[in-house]
């Protein structure tokens, strides 16, 4: 193990048994690949991005139907994955036209592709994409129904 992974491990573990850092959260910001990420994601204007029938309400369809738009727009070759090159896109259109300027920008850093490859192949596969992000539905979905309402979806993730 590196020096850099074992000082954060370190860190992580003197936190936690302070009490300073809860596990619940510990493990949301391990999830979420970067802060930056977590805040873009939670901002009003990409709940209405997702929120197809605008009732304010966020379901899992709505969510895997967005989300599935969102890699179609990611694979350009359509192959089933994206690698490096499609994720990060042209520096001129970096930019998803299915969302807001600073979820893109977040998206579609090389640290959120890593979290997204959980095979490690360099690619991120239509499966891994869904995948994370329904995770981040149900970490989101705290009262259970399958849907999140406003106040859900503003509650901070880490």
Do not use: C
């Not at 590196?2 to 910001?29: C, E, M, R, Y």
């Not at 690698?83 to 807001?100: I, M, N, R, V, Y």
């Not at 979290?115 to 690619?123: I, L, P």
């Not at 705290?142 to 859900?152: F, H, L, N, P, V």
């Amino acid at each position: 193990m590196n020096i850099q992974i074992k000082n954060v491990v370190l860190v992580a573990v003197t936190l936690l048994s302070a009490g300073v850092l809860s596990a619940p959260a510990f493990a949301a910001d391990a999830m979420l690949g970067t802060g930056g990420y977590a805040r873009e994601f939670s901002k009003m204007g990409m709940m209405k991005m997702l929120d197809a029938d605008g009732n304010h309400m966020v379901t899992a369809t709505e969510s895997d139907t967005y989300y599935n738009s969102i890699f179609d727009e990611l694979d350009k070759d359509k192959d089933g994955s994206v690698d490096a090159k499609e994720w990060a896109g042209p520096a001129k259109q970096s930019k998803l036209d299915l969302a807001t300027g600073g979820y893109s920008r977040e998206l579609r850093s090389m640290k959120m592709m890593g979290a997204m490859d959980t095979d490690g192949d360099h690619k991120v596969t239509r499966e891994e994409f869904l995948a994370f992000h329904q995770t981040i539905f149900t970490h989101k979905d705290t009262s259970g129904d399958k849907e999140i309402s406003a106040q859900e979806w503003a509650a901070k993730l880490l």
